[in-house]
């Protein structure tokens, strides 16, 4: 498996992020949520219906099914996906800010690591600005899967990691302490946490979730392990990959609004699985298996966790649906954000 290890210094040197500072909201705080469907104009304390409300139809049914996963070195497997639901778009810096905000408030007891940035060059944890609609940046799997804890409570669902076997206690705390740069290997940490699979809270897809939602056609028909996700001919042809991605060859080396109507989803609807920001996956990195398996979610905890798709910074090879990159746990990246998973 490759790794890119694109450090926060070199992003810093290359695009100018600011450094983190602390930020709260008083409970009465006023937001304003414009997303596609529609807009909100509410407190934060009553976000919750609304937020809940729009996002659901941001939410893409996947349905179940049998492919050959296959990565860039030829390794494949049989792999049987149970039917699930997928984001639309990539998490926009808008979403994780309201969430946020929320999930800080001391009533809720949640608390973070990163802030988040607004795409590739955010301050982080600043208001919304007219940037909102970009993805979500700088914030690692450590944040995202608490994050999906606080966005499943808010929103009145069960909440999927925990650090106990029973699941009565939801991850509610990233930071990272003594474990800045390594990797918490006890049971129930938010390195490797319990995972309630059968909740009905969001979550991050599996890699096996995303090559079959990203190679998805017809349930019978699958986009190539070569090709971007939704492009008509394989990384090589410029003019697909431009079709459907933002990359190094388009982007002008920064983010874009998820969604961007100039280009085009994929067969299911789902944008931007290729390029604009690459997306975090639940499995740990490691081998295929050797046999068939149905709703594989990956090897023991290790090392660092899978990550597809390429970004605006990449080369066309990593827009490949096959490509497997990977970065560790604490990592965080102007150029890493993530994608939305929950069970039907």
Known sequence: MKTKMITIIIMMLLIGIAGCKSRSVPAEAIVTLPFYTQTFTVQITQTATAISTVYSEELVSVPGGTFTQTDTNANSFSHTISAFKLG????????????????????QGYTFANEGCEGIDGTPGAAPTSAKNEPVTTINWRDIIVWCNAFSQMTGLTPVYYSDAGFTTPIKNSTDGIYGNIINTIPGSFDNPYENWSANGYRLPTEGEWQYAASYQDGSSWTP??????????????????????YMANSGNVTHNVGDVSKMPNALGIYDMSGNVSEWCWDSSGSYPTAAVSDYRGPALNFGCVVRGGSCFDIPNYLQVGERSGAAQYEESGINGFRLARNN
């Open 88 to 107: 639309k778009y990539e998490v926009r810096y808008e979403l994780w800010y309201t969430v946020y905000q929320w999930a800080i408030l001391p009533a």
């Open 225 to 246: 392990y070569n090709f971007a996700s939704g492009a008509g001919a394989n990384y090589t042809d410029s003019a697909a990959c431009t079709t459907v991605a933002w």
